[in-house]
């Protein structure tokens, strides 16, 4: 690396050869030209030699207030607080400019050390908040993830989704309700252990339920081996009985290829029956403040209930409501009447016909 050049070395350079000049001059004069040394010449030599010496010190006091200068930016460099330099009223111009240019510079750096640091600290706090965002986006589809495990993930958005205190609010609207049990469970499971019953339960309700929730089926409860759902919640309301009934065959066909599966793992094999029914009830939440259930109540559930119950091991049996709104393209042909408790009027029911469950 080329070492740096000093002023002073440059000065006393300058003044070497600035004063070499006249002394060369007057040697010529006086002896090659033999010029007479009078007083004249003297004088004139004395002048220039105190104007060599007033240049000289021009320059010494130019080169003070440089290094000057330069001592006071490195200070100020150097400094953790940063100021402004001052100079003297008997500084040169140019020096005064020079310093002037860089008190600017001092203060620009300053401003833009300080706006530097403002942008970091902005920059940590939006660092903050969008991991804050991350983490509530994680735990919110965690908490998704776990809901969409007992209802539909379309409901299960709806209820996330909603800022009120309660949920859901309650309205009466028309509904189709399926019921599906399992039947002679009790003798089944009382030959089996309790662990087996749980796997064989669980591998059940799981194939059941991924049926009802492609039919737009909002599964409201299990009750032991019984599971019920609600159709018409989701979706178009006018789709809700169909969609229950394609549901509802689905589930059985499923079963009776879950059983195939159930025979290999050494489990009993056994039937389900399932009841439907369509008609007005109220949708709400039912509890306390502090445990709400989304369900619905009212006679069509009753109804749904009891038409589960008379419905006998892969069959499906079917309400009037559900019946009119479903039998131009499902085969069904009439079972009856049953009587409802706390009901006057006998209920007519149809059983979903062997062919359309075959044909599934």
């Known amino acids: ?39 004249t010449v003297l004088l004139v030599a004395l002048a220039a030699l105190v104007a060599q010496l007033t240049g000289y010190m021009c320059i010494r006091k130019f080169g003070k207030q440089l290094k000057s200068v330069r001592d006071k930016t490195a200070l100020v460099v150097m400094a953790d607080h940063k100021h402004s330099i001052e100079v003297d009223e008997n500084t040169p111009d140019e020096l005064a400019g020079i310093v002037h240019h860089f008190n600017t510079m001092m203060a620009e750096s300053e401003r833009s050390a300080k706006n530097f640091q403002e942008m970091t600290t902005k920059m940590m706090l939006y660092a903050r908040d969008i991991e ?18 007992y209802i539909d993930h379309n ?28 039947r002679s469970f009790t003798s089944i499971s ?4 309790p662990e087996e019953v749980i796997g064989m339960l669980n591998s059940y309700f799981d194939a059941m339920v991924k049926i009802i929730f492609q039919h737009n089926g909002v599964l409201d409860k299990f009750v032991g081996d ?69 369900t619905v109540i009212g006679d069509t559930v009753n109804v749904a209930a009891r038409l589960e119950q008379m419905a006998e091991g ?20 009439p079972k009856g009447e049953i009587k409802v408790k706390n009901r006057s009027a006998a209920v007519k029911c149809f059983q979903v016909s062997k062919r359309a469950l075959i044909e599934q």
């Open 226 to 294: 019984e599971l019920m759902a609600i159709f018409g919640l989701l979706g178009k309301p006018e789709e809700g009985p169909s969609n229950a009934l394609h549901a509802a065959i689905d589930m059985q066909a499923r079963c009776r290829s879950l059983m195939s599966e159930f025979s290999l793992k050494g489990y009993p094999v056994f039937e389900v029956g399932i009841g439907v029914n369509t008609g007005d009830v109220v949708v709400g939440n039912v509890g306390s403040r502090n445990r709400m259930d989304y």
């Open 1 to 39: 690396m080329k070492k740096p050049v000093r002023f002073v070395y440059v000065e006393q350079a300058s003044y070497s050869l600035i004063g070499f000049i006249p002394y060369l001059l007057a040697y010529c004069l006086v002896l090659y030209l033999e010029i007479e040394v009078t007083t």
């Open 314 to 333: 892969q069959s499906i049996i079917v309400g009037e409501q559900t019946y009119n709104y479903c039998q131009s393209h499902i085969r069904m042909q």
């Open 155 to 182: 409901l299960a958005d709806k209820i996330m989704n909603n800022k009120e205190d309660t949920p859901l609010q309650n309205s009466r609207q028309e509904a189709t309700i399926l019921f599906a049990d399992i």
């Open 132 to 149: 804050h965002y991350q983490q509530r986006l994680r735990e919110e589809g965690e908490q998704r993830h776990r809901l969409s495990r």
């Open 190 to 193: 009382e030959h089996m252990k």
